[in-house]
């Protein structure tokens, strides 16, 4: 997610009007119906009062016209991408992909892989939500907090390499793989069992597959980042799970989310971006891993 390059200016002046125009639609839609919309459960009580989610103060009754002003962390994240030189690595088209989905569900629980100058961008357009952030380099996290002190991120550690990639594809295959349930118990070496005790207890509504970095050979690739994306899908406890992964150009990405996210849930494909929907697995128990063809 950290950009190699800077894109040209009309590329940039392209995806912020993009980007101002959806905020400003996204944010009166929200608000004319904020009496209706519903986000999920946080994993306790003061977790949601920490991430409220409603646009307007829920302890008093105010116009619709007051509840339009546009909050404070959505200027700053406009005055942002307007005055920055560097732009999101995904296309405008690729962007579309996710933000149509967190228009219809945000606000929402929204994991992302990769913590980068988009960042800032995603955790706007998923206002009134919870948007957690998972990076491998420490030191990328100082920087980015340094520039965006709200966004809430977390290190992670990836033992595998892209080198490794075929040799987890077939322990991938296994029965063990196939099991449901809390990836911090899974038997599988594909689940990654390291990370912070409340992402496996949240229930998210969408997942973002764009990093560990999967480039080059002794680099951490995202083979367990897509297996534990999948197996966090399914293991809500019902409805479904928005999972998009980024980059699937690449061997890695293609191969492994066709296997674990499965090709019977892809949506669609934009670009370089993956689009899956996963329902629940515990909802329905002998739903198989991946649906028949």
């Not at 357009?125 to 965006?148: A, C, M, P, Y």
């Not at 970095?213 to 966090?232: N, V």
Request: glycine content about 6%; overall charge negative; hydrophobic content about 35%.
């Amino acid at each position: 997610m950290k950009p190699k390059t800077q894109n040209p200016l009309n590329l940039k002046l392209i995806i912020f009007g993009f980007f101002l125009a959806f905020l400003l639609i996204l944010f009166i839609l929200r608000s004319n119906f904020s009496s209706s919309s519903s986000s999920k459960p946080l994993t306790n009580k003061e977790e949601e009062a920490q991430y409220p989610t409603s646009s307007c103060p829920p302890d008093h009754q105010l116009s619709t016209s007051s509840c339009t002003k546009i909050p404070s962390s959505l200027v700053q994240a406009l005055l942002h991408y307007t005055t920055s030189n560097i732009t999101p690595q995904q296309t405008i088209k690729e962007i579309s992909v996710t933000s149509q989905v967190l228009e219809r569900k945000s606000p929402c629980n929204f994991l992302v892989f990769g913590l980068g100058h988009d960042s800032f961008m995603w955790s706007s357009l998923n206002h009134g939500g919870r948007t957690v952030f998972l990076e491998e380099d420490r030191s990328w996290i100082q920087q980015i907090k340094q520039r965006f002190t709200t966004l809430e991120s977390y290190h992670v550690y990836y033992d595998s390499r892209v080198r490794d990639a075929d040799d987890l594809m077939e322990i991938g295959k296994g029965e063990e793989c196939k099991v449901v349930g809390d990836a911090r118990h899974s038997k599988c070496q594909l689940s990654l069992k390291g990370l912070p005790a409340k992402i496996y207890e949240i229930e998210w509504d969408l997942i973002m597959v764009d990093a560990p970095t999967g480039y080059f050979e002794d680099a951490p690739g995202r083979m367990s980042a897509i297996y534990t994306a999948g197996l966090m899908a399914r293991n809500r406890k019902d409805g479904e799970t928005d999972v998009f992964v980024h980059d699937v150009n690449r061997v890695v990405e293609d191969q492994f989310s066709k296997a674990f996210l499965c090709e019977g849930y892809m949506r669609e494909q934009e670009g370089r971006l993956r689009h899956f929907t996963i329902p629940s697995h515990r909802a329905s128990g002998d739903r198989p891993f991946c649906p028949e063809s």
